[in-house]
C-alpha cells in the first residue's frame, strides 16, 4: 500500500512546508510524569541530535514539558538549526508544582507562553503552533482569535490546534488556516479517551476533515495507550515482517492515511532508531484490513 515519505504542511498558505513522514516527539526526555530534567540528560541530547541526522525534520515540544525543559534542550542540542527543520511546539496549557495539568488558555496566557517559547527555543518566529484545548471549549473562540492575532503580529507562522473535537475543528476552521491538527491516536485508541480528570479527544473523529481539506494529522499518545492492550493482530503482523509490536503500530499509522504524521517519543536512542526504521516497512491491503 502506498506510504508516502512526506508531508506537506499549510498546504494553502504562501508558505507551505514540506516534511518527513516520520517525526519525534520531545515529551519523553523529560524526566518522570513528564516533569523535571531527564534521567538521563546526555542521552536525550544524543537522540535530538541522532534525530536530524536521520533526517528527521519535525520535532514537537511544548513549553510546559518539564518545564521549559524539551525546549531548553532542542536548543542545547539543535541551535543553530537547519534551514529545513520544523519545531512545532504547543500553548494552552501549564503545570503547577504539583505537576498537574491545568489549561492557560486565556488570550493573555496565550502570548506569555509564546513569548517563553520563544525565548528558550531561541527563535525570532514559532514556525509552527497548536493550540491545546484542555478544560473544554470555555475560551476556545477567544483563544483561536488570539493565536490568529500573534500570527498576523508575525510571532506565529502557522496555526494548529490539538486535543479538538469535531466541533472545535470546524469553528477553528472559519476563524482562519489551520496548518495542523495533534490529536490522540493509535491503532488500539482512536476515540476520545477519558482518564480522571483530563479527556484526550480522538484522531478518528476529525481524520476525515483533515484529509478533505488536506491538513495534516498529528497523532499524541500513539503508542503510550495501544501498547499495553496487546492487540494479537499487531503481534501477528510483528512476527510476519520480523519486526516489534511498536514498530508495527507506526506502520500501521503511516498507511492508515497519507495525511497522518506520527511523532513517536522515546527516552532510548536504541528505541528510536527502532522506530525510525518503521519508515521502511511497507504492509500490503490485507494487513490493513487485518488490523482494521
Avoid at 470555555?138 to 503580529?153: G, L, N, V
Wanted: aromatic fraction near 6%; proline fraction near 5%.
Amino acid at each position: 500500500m502506498s506510504n508516502p515519505k512526506t508531508i506537506t504542511i499549510a498546504t494553502n498558505s504562501k508558505s507551505p512546508l514540506t516534511v518527513n513522514r516520520l517525526g519525534y516527539g520531545t515529551m519523553r526526555l523529560t524526566g518522570p510524569e513528564i516533569y523535571g530534567e531527564p534521567q538521563n540528560r546526555p542521552e536525550a541530547l544524543q537522540i535530538l541530535k541522532k534525530a536530524i541526522d536521520s533526517g528527521v525534520n519535525f520535532i514537537d515540544t511544548a513549553d510546559y514539558y518539564g518545564e521549559d525543559v524539551t525546549n531548553r534542550l532542542i536548543a542545547e542540542a539543535l541551535y543553530p538549526y537547519p534551514d529545513d527543520l520544523v519545531i512545532c511546539t504547543k500553548v494552552g496549557g501549564a503545570r503547577k508544582p504539583d505537576k498537574s495539568w491545568i489549561p492557560f488558555n486565556k488570550p493573555e496566557n496565550l502570548r506569555t507562553s509564546i513569548e517563553n517559547n520563544l525565548r528558550t527555543l531561541k527563535i525570532d518566529r514559532v514556525t509552527l503552533v497548536h493550540f491545546r484545548a484542555i478544560g473544554g471549549t470555555m475560551h476556545f473562540e477567544q483563544s483561536m482569535e488570539a493565536m490568529f492575532k500573534m500570527q498576523q503580529e508575525g510571532k506565529i507562522l502557522h496555526v494548529g490546534v490539538s486535543n479538538v473535537t469535531r466541533e472545535n475543528l470546524v469553528t477553528a476552521m472559519k476563524m482562519g488556516e489551520i496548518a495542523t491538527v495533534e490529536n490522540m491516536y493509535g491503532h488500539a485508541q482512536r476515540t476520545t479517551h477519558k482518564a480522571g480528570y483530563m479527556e484526550s479527544n480522538g484522531g478518528e473523529e476529525v481524520l476525515d476533515i483533515c484529509e478533505k481539506n488536506g491538513i495534516p494529522l498529528v497523532p499524541y499518545f500513539s503508542l503510550v495507550l495501544s501498547m499495553p492492550k496487546k492487540d494479537v493482530r499487531i503481534v501477528e503482523i510483528a512476527k510476519k515482517y520480523g519486526i516489534n509490536e511498536v514498530q508495527a503500530n507506526i506502520a500501521w499509522l503511516l498507511h492508515k492515511s497519507p495525511w497522518i504524521l506520527p511523532i513517536p517519543g522515546t527516552s532510548s536512542l536504541v528505541h528510536f532508531q527502532e522506530n525510525m526504521l518503521s519508515a521502511n516497512i511497507r504492509l500490503t491491503k490485507e494487513d490493513m484490513q487485518l488490523l482494521e
